[in-house]
C-alpha cells in the first residue's frame, strides 16, 4: 500500500482507540460496570487505551507528512485526522450509544467538515 492509503488506515484505527479512550469509560457507567470506580482507575484505563491511540497515530503522521516524504502537508494531516475522527465517532455513537441520537445538523457539520478536507486539498 501507498503512505498515503497507510497513513488513513492508521489514523482510523488511532480513532478508533481514542473514542474507547475518551467515551469508553461513559458506556462502562451506562452499563453500571465502573460506577463505583475511584476517578483516577478510570483515568488510568483511559491512559491505557489512549497508549494504543498514539502507538497508531504517531507512525501515521510520520509516514504521511511530507517533511519525512509522505503525501500530507502538516494542515493537510490535520483536518484528514478530524474528518476521521468524527467519522469514527459516529459510528461508535450509532453502534455503542444507541440512546444518543444523531441529528440533522450533526450531518450538516460533517459535511462542513468534508468542505474543509476539500480545501484543505485545493492547489
Do not use: R
Request: net charge neutral.
Amino acid at each position: 500500500m501507498n503512505q498515503g492509503i497507510w497513513t488513513i488506515v492508521l489514523l482510523i484505527i488511532s480513532n478508533v482507540f481514542m473514542t474507547f479512550a475518551w467515551y469508553g469509560q461513559l458506556k462502562l457507567s451506562e452499563m453500571h460496570i465502573s460506577t463505583d470506580w475511584p476517578l483516577i482507575l478510570i483515568i488510568l484505563l483511559s491512559w491505557g487505551v489512549a497508549f494504543l491511540e498514539y502507538s497508531f497515530m504517531v507512525p501515521a503522521n510520520k509516514i504521511g507528512s511530507d517533511i519525512n516524504g509522505g503525501p500530507f502537508n502538516l494542515m493537510q494531516l490535520k483536518v484528514l485526522q478530524e474528518v476521521i475522527s468524527l467519522t469514527v465517532f459516529t459510528i461508535i455513537v450509532a453502534l455503542v450509544f444507541k440512546n444518543q441520537p444523531i441529528q440533522w445538523n450533526h450531518f450538516a457539520a460533517m459535511v462542513c467538515l468534508v468542505l474543509a478536507v476539500f480545501f484543505v486539498f485545493m492547489k
